[in-house]
């Protein structure tokens, strides 16, 4: 039961100290992920082309407060008609929630008409620990060199209320707008907001 303690402990603080490496205008760590149809993507395969990653839970109503009212599958469809690559990413482990099979992720994507890249299934949490991903939803940019441009909360307002959808900042958007225009983000770290992620 000690060395149990000891263990968990240690990966909190490796999954801590991961997370808190992660720097603006820095190399985003590489990683290696399957997807829902078996294929599998790293990084490193869209070189040049600028990425987000998504956290998501969807059993999480902050979560439910962006694809109900369209917000996240509006965002994923604006920025992969830019070409960007959009990767949903499903940390949670078998037997927590949100945990789903590859099946069921495709049928929350055609449910939900989402538009994501690519649905990553994490579920050792191996990729999620590697970001520091704390909550569902949290974001990520990686501009097209590889290097991290935002990390934080989807929008500005920390509820599971769509209502505040419309008059929250939505950060993500215009961290794309910044990337693609070759600008510095003006708010590139921000905090994110959600369920925990169940690793």
């Keep these: 039961m000690l060395m149990k303690s000891v263990l968990t402990a240690l990966l909190t603080a490796l999954a801590t100290t991961a997370g808190a490496a992660l720097q603006i205008g820095k190399p985003a760590p590489a990683f290696s992920g ?5 294929k599998s993507h790293s990084l490193s395969d869209f070189s040049g082309t600028p990425v987000v990653l998504e956290w998501t839970n969807h059993d999480c109503p902050y979560v439910r407060k962006h694809y109900n009212s369209g917000n996240m599958q509006q965002q994923q469809r604006s920025a992969t008609e830019k070409g960007v690559v959009w ?5 949670s482990a078998p037997g927590k929630q949100g945990h789903v099979t590859p099946a069921q992720a495709d049928a ?6 989402a538009s994501p890249s690519a649905v990553i299934l994490d579920p050792n949490g191996d990729i ?15 501009d097209a060199q590889g290097h991290l441009a935002y990390k ?18 939505q950060y993500v958007p215009a961290a794309l707008a910044e990337v693609m225009s070759g600008q510095p983000v003006t708010s590139s770290i921000t905090r994110p907001y959600g369920c925990s992620v169940k690793y």
């Design 152 to 169: 934080g909360g989807i929008d500005s307002i920390a509820s599971s209320n769509a209502a505040d959808i419309k008059k929250a900042t």
């Design 87 to 91: 990767l949903s990413i499903i940390s």
């Design 108 to 113: 929350l994507t055609t449910r939900r008409d």
């Design 34 to 38: 399957t997807d829902t149809q078996g």
């Design 128 to 142: 999620g620990r590697l970001y520091g991903a704390k909550t569902t939803p949290h974001m990520y940019i990686i």
